[in-house]
């Protein structure tokens, strides 16, 4: 079975930062596309940014410069480093794995908000 656990998130100003991680149960890691995603009240779920085995990433225009994605193939972590937040991060964030070359095999987090004062 695969489980994602997040971290918590928190309240934070704008301007500051927080760092969000994902510990998967996942019995070969390098499998999946890691990723997180995001849905804000009243909005479609988006994806905020990914990042494959061999750390390829990819990133929504809305964060480009801002947030960061990594991995840890060791620790079966990833971690989204966030920068400069602003109140239009404010959203409900999902950890996400999906199985390279079978997406129907996609599993996520328990989901965690982050909120952003302005």
């Known amino acids: 079975q695969v489980q994602l656990v997040e971290s918590e998130g928190g309240l934070v100003q704008a301007g500051g930062s927080l760092r969000l991680s994902c510990t998967a149960s996942?019995?070969?890691?390098?499998?999946?596309?890691m990723g997180w995603y995001r849905q804000a009240p009243g909005k479609q779920r988006e994806l905020v940014a990914s990042?494959?085995?061999?750390?390829?990433?990819n990133y929504a225009d809305s964060v480009k410069g801002r947030f960061t994605i990594s991995r840890d193939n060791a620790k079966k972590t990833v971690y989204l480093q966030m920068n400069n937040l602003k109140p239009g991060d404010t959203a409900v964030y999902y950890c996400n794995a999906e199985r390279v070359g079978i997406p129907r095999l996609t599993y996520w987090g328990q989901g965690t908000q982050v909120t952003v004062s302005s």
């Open positions: 990042i494959t085995q061999g750390g390829s990433t």
């Open positions: 996942i019995t070969i890691f390098s499998f999946y596309v």
